[in-house]
């Protein structure tokens, strides 16, 4: 699937996080590590690594992560790079590839998490679509890897079918989901993701409503008469499908 552009980067790439909430973050960019040949790391497009329960919710990396040169271990995600016990993803995604170059030693690395823990953390409503690729322990298209074959912490969670890749959703030799298309209204209904959170785009990545309007379109509606038409929808039509739609203020301002 296509990529859609952000904004300002607003992201912890290396940070350690405990106990912590990250609420309507987003990060673009990209993030090139050549650790030494005696070090262990961790890299995630928006957090680094959570060492306890936190949680990250409404929030998406387009990060493109690569690991060069040799090293013990490093073990990355799209959106972090481990998810211990009590961790929460609810409403994320990640369009970002990850590359391990050739000769560069890594653990788990997965599209939105490296390392999914199999007890008390929760995975909602995500999705990824980027290229994982290169060497690594254990890789997958959605959880570098998860203790255990059950999947009922993983709930409403996909990987566009179109992504380039042959793996599978999670590495490891757990129990795998599907990948899947989201371009339409319907696809996100089959999905589960409430449309008053997401919107799809044929070919365009599904995304978030709340970062809708992060490409700066703004103006003032009038009426016919010339008065501000105040409360009135503005939809933005982009190759002839709808984009988004804005209600004005009383006014007839829209951002």
Do not use: C, H
């Not at 980027?130 to 255990?148: H, N, P, Y």
């Not at 793996?167 to 490891?172: D, K, N, S, T």
């Not at 785009?201 to 010339?226: C, E, I, K, Q």
């Amino acid at each position: 699937a296509k990529r859609r552009s952000g904004q300002t980067a607003r992201y912890w790439p290396r940070g350690r996080f405990a106990k912590s909430t990250i609420e309507n973050a987003f990060a673009t960019g990209s993030i090139i590590i050549t650790p030494s040949s005696s070090s262990t790391g961790y890299v995630g497009g928006l957090v680094g690594r959570f060492t306890s329960n936190g949680s990250v919710t409404n929030s998406y990396s387009d990060v493109d992560i690569t690991v060069a040169g040799a090293s013990t271990l490093v073990s990355g995600g799209g959106i972090t790079s481990d998810l211990p016990n009590t961790g929460i993803l609810t409403n994320v995604y990640a369009t970002g590839d990850i590359t391990i170059a050739s000769g560069a030693g890594a653990g788990n690395v997965g599209g939105l998490v490296g390392n999914l823990s199999s007890s008390g953390s929760q995975v909602t409503n995500g999705w990824a679509s980027g290229l994982i690729s290169g060497a690594a322990t254990s890789a997958g298209q959605l959880f570098g890897k998860r203790s255990g074959s059950s999947t009922s912490n993983i709930v409403n969670t996909y990987f566009a079918s179109d992504s380039g890749s042959a793996l599978a959703a999670i590495g490891g030799g757990s129990t795998n989901l599907a990948g899947v298309s989201a371009d339409t209204k319907a696809d996100l209904q089959a999905m589960n993701f409430d449309p008053a959170v997401w919107s799809a785009l044929a070919g365009y990545d599904p995304y978030l409503n709340l970062f809708s309007t992060r490409n700066g379109l703004s103006g003032v509606a009038d009426a016919s008469n010339g008065t501000a038409a105040a409360g009135a929808t503005v939809d933005v039509y982009l190759s002839g499908s709808l984009f988004s739609s804005v209600t004005t203020g009383s006014d007839g301002s829209y951002s």
